[in-house]
């Protein structure tokens, strides 16, 4: 491996252990289990380490955004694979950015069953704005779409999710 390379490895590690929580926040409320979130982490990670590790392959310009983008398309894979759309088992483990409590847990289970209620392409992009800590540039990136769109789809799915909660008045 090449001394460039050994440079980006390092970048790529040191920006894993930075935003670690919030990656692994984010595949928590993805696929709702921690152990699937981990592996899909791990994925993530090995296949932009593979990336980054080619010669030729082109530089990314934000390692922050590929990484997020990267779990995104690993966690959109394994839901399709397992059909984990409709069901999401709860774990007592799944937020780990916060101290696990029933509180904590009935919260989340209150936010994994609106944020299924709502469209998908609305729902991912309040999950990666919440729980990745991402800006909505950032998440305009991550999903290559346009940042009007981004918002739109936020303002469009907390209203509906607002709704749902008046309706059944959570």
């Known amino acids: 491996m090449s001394q460039e390379n050994n440079i980006i490895m390092k970048e790529l590690t040191e920006q ?10 984010y595949a928590c409320y993805r696929l709702g289990d921690a ?11 090995l296949k932009v380490c593979e990336k980054l590790s080619h010669e030729k392959s082109s530089k990314v310009k ?12 690993i966690c959109t894979s394994r839901l399709t694979m397992s059909e984990k759309y409709k069901t999401i088992p709860l774990d007592t ?3 780990m950015a916060i101290s696990s409590t ?8 209150r936010i994994a069953q609106l944020l299924m209620e709502i469209p ?8 990666l704005r919440i729980y990745g800590d991402n800006s909505f540039a950032d ?8 940042l009007p ?17 008046k309706q059944t008045n959570y």
């Open 93 to 95: 483990r799944l937020d």
């Open 120 to 127: 998908e392409d609305q729902a991912e992009v309040i999950r």
């Open 102 to 109: 029933e509180s904590s847990e009935a919260d989340y289970q």
């Open 149 to 165: 769109t981004v918002k739109s789809r936020f303002l469009y799915g907390l209203e509906k999710i607002r709704r749902a909660m």
């Open 35 to 45: 152990n699937d979130a981990k592996d899909a982490l791990q994925d993530a990670y």
């Open 62 to 73: 934000d390692l922050r955004n590929y990484l997020f983008r990267t779990l995104s398309n």
């Open 16 to 25: 894993l252990r930075r935003d670690q929580s919030h990656l692994m926040r």
């Open 139 to 146: 998440v305009a990136e991550i999903l290559s779409l346009p």
